[in-house]
């Protein structure tokens, strides 16, 4: 069996903490998430694959890409020796650049996903009511619903133009088990996978 590094990419809110959570809780796989670093200040709903830092160590971190002035970082070593102890790796990426570079660092092991859901005004005015606390500011909560919709129309664009560079799509029905489901289909596809898959993953260059 080959491991495989999942990259999985989505709008804000589509879903994709839910997705990790459900995986390593469900336990069915040897999953393990591999987390990031991102220059900017934690949050009080920080998803726990972020670690917020001052600047980024390259030598550590060298996968590397900017999004709205964040700087953010992911570790190959650190996917690499999950790789090695026949564990599932699970990122979150959503720079096309970045995902090119996993996808050429990783070869046929990087699966890349597009999680897609469906999001009404009222799930993003939701969205924005938690990020911005209290939520009872209408200017506050206004203006960060119509950010979480400039941004949503931006990623939706990004996969129109980038749909080759996506393997596959999962759908979330706001049903956290369907969800769930169709992330383990995908794990248990590659598991058994035949063809020109390597058998175990190439030493680390």
């Not at 096309?96 to 046929?108: C, L, N, P, S």
């Not at 911005?132 to 950010?147: F, I």
């Amino acid at each position: 069996m080959a491991s495989r590094v999942f990259v999985v990419s989505g709008a804000s809110g589509s879903g994709k903490t839910t997705l990790l959570d459900s995986l390593q809780e469900s336990g069915k796989f040897p999953v393990e998430i591999i987390g990031k670093v991102a220059t900017r200040p934690s949050r009080a709903d920080e998803s726990k694959e972020i670690l917020c830092v001052k600047r980024i160590n390259h030598s550590t971190h060298d996968i590397l890409y900017e999004q709205y002035g964040i700087h953010y970082g992911l570790s190959s070593s650190s996917i690499w020796r999950c790789l090695r102890n026949n564990h599932h790796a699970f990122v979150i990426v959503n720079d096309i650049r970045a995902i090119e570079d996993v996808k050429e660092t990783f070869g046929v092991l990087a699966v890349t996903c597009y999680l897609y859901r469906c999001l009404s005004p009222a799930i993003l005015r939701a969205l924005a009511r938690k990020r911005t606390s209290a939520g009872t500011d209408p200017g506050l909560l206004r203006r960060e619903t119509e950010r979480r919709i400039a941004k949503l129309s931006v990623m939706y664009q990004k996969y129109i133009e980038n749909i080759s560079l996506f393997d596959h799509v999962i759908l979330n029905t706001s049903s956290r088990r369907d969800l769930l489901d169709q992330a383990e289909n995908l794990i248990r596809h590659y598991q058994w996978v035949d063809g020109d898959v390597l058998s175990s993953p190439p030493h680390e260059e």
